[in-house]
């Protein structure tokens, strides 16, 4: 921190990603919730297409992919708002919706950027505790808060919330609601048909997740017209470079290749979880791609250094709630299979 940081920011300010090691296949990533496959290899071709119009810059609201985007959610175009990855959109719903000194309502736990981007802004956060399971507690919508924000599924506990239950608990909220749905496609239902009934609601979405493009850089949310223009509002001019948008718009086409990725995530998260189980560890229901673990004996710190020494990377929070647990990503079968094996939940 160098002298001239604006005082109101504070120490302690930096979130912390996780660890991103080369590019080298020595290395199993199950730390940042990353694919376990490959994008749709439909993506290349649309990439180099891409690179003769670099000269041009993008169009400002990421068209053709937001007309693409719509379709596929069954809304009009200037119901879509794309970003520089979903982190993008969540950090422009702050400016746009919150002023310093305003509250926002998170709950808790959280995905632990949120509460940094609060801080970024000025803003107060009204932490709200969430049920052993997740579920929403009764009174959210009437915590005063100008946003409240929901992670579904939730990180880092891959708890979910069923569309039925985030309306009966968020319907009534007077202020915006962001629902943050980075890991749905891994879940059973999506809020994003619920948004026709409610006017201040936004859902989030993200290309990195269950489409394997993590390393673009898109996300985006869809609402009402009036909102989603609030949000482009205070985004830069072009949020999403051509490159980006040509990837995108591939990934979206090729249906296939994303029915694969959800599919294998969603039956290895089963495997990894009951194999973890039966090696004496407590793993919550997931319904996103990774799971939340405790080991046996609690010392999660200890376990993911000694993971660290195989080459196997997974995601410790020092957050005061999951000192001992492990967040670990759902990998390819067999990373998830060497995971296991060094964890002597199944044999060498
Ligand atoms: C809940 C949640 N939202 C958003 C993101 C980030 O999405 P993106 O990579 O599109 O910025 C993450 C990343 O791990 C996440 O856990």
């Known amino acids: 921190m ?19 090691p080369p590019d080298d296949v020595s290395w199993i990533k199950l730390n940042t919730n990353e694919s376990p496959l490959p994008p749709s290899p439909r993506c290349a071709a649309a990439v180099a297409e891409a690179v003769a119009s670099l000269r041009r810059y993008p169009h400002p609201d990421g068209e053709p992919l937001r007309s693409a ?34 509250r926002v309502v998170l709950t808790r736990p959280t995905y632990s950027l949120l509460p940094q981007l609060a801080r970024l802004g000025g803003v107060e956060v009204e932490a709200v505790a969430l049920g052993p399971d997740g579920a929403l507690p009764e009174g959210l919508a009437a915590v005063p808060g100008v946003m409240r924000i929901l992670c ?26 962001v629902i943050d ?38 996300g985006y949310a869809l609402g009402q017209a009036d909102v989603v223009a609030d949000v482009a509002a205070v985004l830069e001019s072009y949020p999403v470079d051509r490159l980006a948008i040509a990837a995108a718009h591939a990934a979206l086409a090729d249906a296939d290749h994303h029915r694969r990725i959800v599919e294998l995530v969603v039956v290895e998260r089963e495997r990894l979880s009951a194999a973890l189980r039966g090696a004496g560890w407590e793993v919550a229901p997931s319904h996103a791609n990774f799971v939340l673990a405790r080991p046996p004996g609690g010392d999660a710190a200890g376990v993911a250094a000694e993971l660290r020494q195989e080459h196997i990377l997974v995601r410790h929070f020092r957050d005061g709630m999951h000192d001992d647990r492990l967040r670990i990503t759902v990998g390819t079968p067999e990373e998830n299979s060497t995971l296991l094996r060094a964890l002597g939940a199944e044999p060498r």
Do not use: M
């Open 2 to 20: 160098s002298r001239h940081r604006r005082p109101s920011l504070g120490q302690g300010l930096d979130y912390v990603p996780g660890e991103q």
């Open 69 to 102: 985007l719509a379709a596929h959610h069954g809304v009009a175009p200037e119901q879509v708002v794309l970003g520089n990855g979903a982190d993008q959109i969540l950090e422009a719903c702050f400016r746009a919706f919150a002023d310093p000194g305003d």
């Open 152 to 177: 579904n599924p939730n990180s880092p506990t891959g708890s979910w919330v069923p569309p039925e239950a985030v309306e009966e608990r968020l319907g009534t909220s007077e202020s915006v609601v």
């Open 181 to 218: 749905e980075a890991y749905c496609d891994f879940a059973p239902a999506s809020c994003v048909p619920l948004l026709g009934r409610h006017d201040g609601w936004l859902v989030v979405r993200t290309f990195a997740k269950s489409r394997a493009l993590a390393g673009l850089r898109v």
